[in-house]
């Protein structure tokens, strides 16, 4: 029933921005923790940042001051906008959905999540 689509992936030049969107459905974004993950083949997922029931915002330290994740309650949409971009945040990104509250950005707060979607960046 729950289902997150994501989309916004693409192909930009270091230094350019991305805005990645989910949609979610069966499910109310803001009543739960939101979040957004990014993965490498064969790496560990992890979290990038996550947006609460009580709109309190993470970030991890390494897209601090570049990446925010705003949502439309009205949209029932989750956003990442994702600005002054690095070769080293190319990666898949992932929407997930999790209970009320998060406590950090460890994946275990999560219960559903999309497909992902892929991020390049060029030199």
């Known amino acids: 029933q729950v289902q997150l689509v994501e989309s916004g992936g693409g192909s930009v030049q270091a230094g350019g921005s991305l805005r990645l969107s989910c949609a979610a459905s069966g499910y109310t974004v803001s009543i739960h923790c939101m979040g957004w993950f990014r993965q490498a083949p064969g790496k560990e997922r992890e979290g990038v940042a996550s947006?609460?029931?009580?709109?309190?915002?993470r970030y991890a330290d390494s897209v601090k001051g570049r990446f925010t994740i705003p949502q439309d309650n009205a949209k029932n949409t989750l956003y990442l906008q994702m600005n002054s971009l690095k070769t080293d945040h190319a990666d898949m990104y992932y929407c997930?959905?999790?209970?009320?509250?998060?406590?950090?950005?460890?994946?275990?707060?999560?219960?559903?999540w999309g497909q992902g979607t892929p991020v390049t960046v060029s030199p």
């Open positions: 997930a959905a999790g209970r009320a509250y998060c406590h950090s950005l460890r994946r275990k707060w999560y219960d559903y």
């Open positions: 947006i609460d029931s009580n709109s309190n915002t």
